[in-house]
């Protein structure tokens, strides 16, 4: 039997999904996205408390399977080589992001805005991930050379992991690919696991360089 509740819900949410992907935030109305999902406007005030509600949930929705799939493999670490716990977390996310391409777009667009909730998103979900990353890549290479240059490899894991999905127009409009598609997922991740090789597992020493 079908929870009748939860299918309004969930139909409200993917309909402000893609509204919020497409029009933004600010220019998405309650009513284009009870138009959209073919309900009262009331039920969004119900069930979300409104508009900003709704972005709650967006970003809840997101980040806490996000987040789920690094913690997956850090808890593996005690039982599995690291490299490959940081790989799966990697391919899971990739993946992740492909299925939900909207809500990854919107989601990350949203992130790189200034404002309370994103500040609130920062100070939990980003700390947990930062923490969990380093947790991934010290169990790889707990070697001194990592220690001021770790923040640097997460964000740039981070920035190749979010840039297709942050920048889905480009890649099709100039390259021709699609994020959403299981391929590219598959060949993108071929290019970061290379990244990962290199600069995680390894590691390079610096070599000073004239300018």
């Not at 940081?86 to 909207?102: C, D, E, P, T």
């Not at 990854?104 to 100070?123: A, C, G, L, N, Y």
Request: with cysteine; glycine share 2%; net charge neutral.
């Amino acid at each position: 039997m079908v929870n009748r509740r939860s299918s309004t819900k969930d139909t409200i949410v993917d309909a402000a999904i893609l509204l919020f992907n497409i029009k933004g935030f600010d220019g998405t109305s309650i009513r284009d996205i009870a138009k959209k999902a073919k309900v009262n406007p009331a039920n969004i005030s119900y069930y979300f408390e409104g508009k900003q509600g709704l972005l709650e949930k967006c970003f809840i929705q997101f980040f806490e399977a996000y987040i789920e799939f690094i913690e997956e493999e850090v808890n593996l670490l005690k039982n599995d080589r690291p490299d490959y716990c940081m790989k799966r977390a990697v391919y899971k996310i990739l993946a992740f992001q492909s299925k939900n391409h909207h809500l990854s777009r919107f989601v990350w667009r949203e992130v790189s805005i200034d404002s309370q909730i994103v500040r609130e998103i920062t100070s939990s979900y980003l700390m947990k991930e930062r923490y969990l990353y380093k947790k991934l890549i010290e169990a790889i290479v707990p070697d001194h050379y990592l220690e001021s240059n770790i923040g640097y490899l997460i964000i740039q894991l981070r920035s190749l992991m979010t840039m297709p999905f942050l920048n889905s127009q480009y890649l099709r409009e100039v390259w021709n690919l699609f994020p959403q598609e299981n391929y590219f997922v598959e060949k993108y991740y071929e290019k970061i696991d290379e990244w990962i090789e290199t600069n995680i597992i390894n590691q390079p020493r610096k070599i000073n360089i004239p300018i």
